[in-house]
């Protein structure tokens, strides 16, 4: 069994961003030199999300007013967390799009359906914070 | 370590159905003679998913009810994705749901709890999708 | 290949509660003796989630709150699966905070950011269930 693991930084303007990673997936795969397997994409902070979905603009704007009807940013003093810090909503956004994808690798790609794309999903952004992408296989 | 690929297509009736795979992926599990592992059954499509819950037809009621509450289909011009097609709506279920379960292979068998059941959630069906089972192991 | 399995076992005193099990996972790979792979952690039963965040009370409260306004526990009658039971908000709940994690092995350790922390969330408790600890790497 060969493994792999590397991590990817972000620093993103917003505090609220989608960056979608496929091709920085796909070059770990490539490194790794692992044809067959799994590879673990997760985020490393608890407001942050990697997810798989489309890379479109209108979705994603879609995804945006969807999670802040559900879990709103504001008032900050709606939730307990907010003391010190005003990200509670990150937390759970980050719950309802996921921390995590484990994907097949195939023949040394990644075994994707036409329109599967890998997105982190950044809800608390502003300052540099990482994924963690793992690799196992042969 | 030992490797195995499948497919399974679906083509559903109704916009939105849930379709019980378990006997499937313990059927691809034997035919990969992989004892000791981890299956991964994802969705290859964005709008749909793979989850594990209960096969109870009132709950999958319930699932309808409350994916309809929070994220409903209609009206189809709340959604900024909705242009050239109507289905905003599966994408964000699709997202509640999960697009994965990995599961454990343990003495050649799904590693399981009473009630686990994995399930195929389609969410814009009437047409040909597809699951990937991929298994890694010894 | 080397693998591993485990299960813990937990008796709640509530119906809804969130128990810390990051050192009962390390102490799994410890015994392992894997020291690169992937570790499963999944609950068992289809109205308990395994889940990654943080470790404050204020959070945990405020999710308390965001699942009960999404996925109200009563009235009862308000879910056709609630006949001879009155846990269909448990199986919802759980699916929104997920029934498994996979988590990186990285030199015996769990391969983890800053502040993450997994943990055992219970929505029908007052009775013995269980999560699997499935380990595979070398």
Chains 1, 2, 3 share one sequence.
């Not at 070059?27 to 479109?56: K, P, R, W, Y």
């Not at 690798?105 to 994924?131: C, H, M, N, S």
């Amino acid at each position: 069994m060969k493994h792999y693991r590397k991590e990817l930084w972000f620093d993103t303007s917003k505090r609220r961003e989608f960056i979608n990673i496929t091709r920085d997936i796909q070059a770990c795969i490539d490194e790794s030199q692992i044809s067959e397997g799994f590879v673990l994409v997760n985020a490393m902070h608890i407001t942050a999300s990697v997810f798989i979905n489309d890379d479109e603009a209108g979705l994603h704007h879609d995804f945006e007013m969807f999670l802040e009807k559900i879990a709103p940013e504001k008032p900050y003093n709606q939730y307990m967390h907010n003391t010190y810090e005003d990200n509670a909503d990150a937390h759970i956004k980050r719950t309802i799009m996921g921390r995590e994808v484990v994907c097949a690798i195939t023949k040394a790609k990644l075994d994707f359906g036409p329109w599967e794309q890998i997105f982190y999903g950044e809800f608390d952004g502003k300052r540099r914070k990482r994924v963690l992408v793992k690799i196992i296989g042969q």
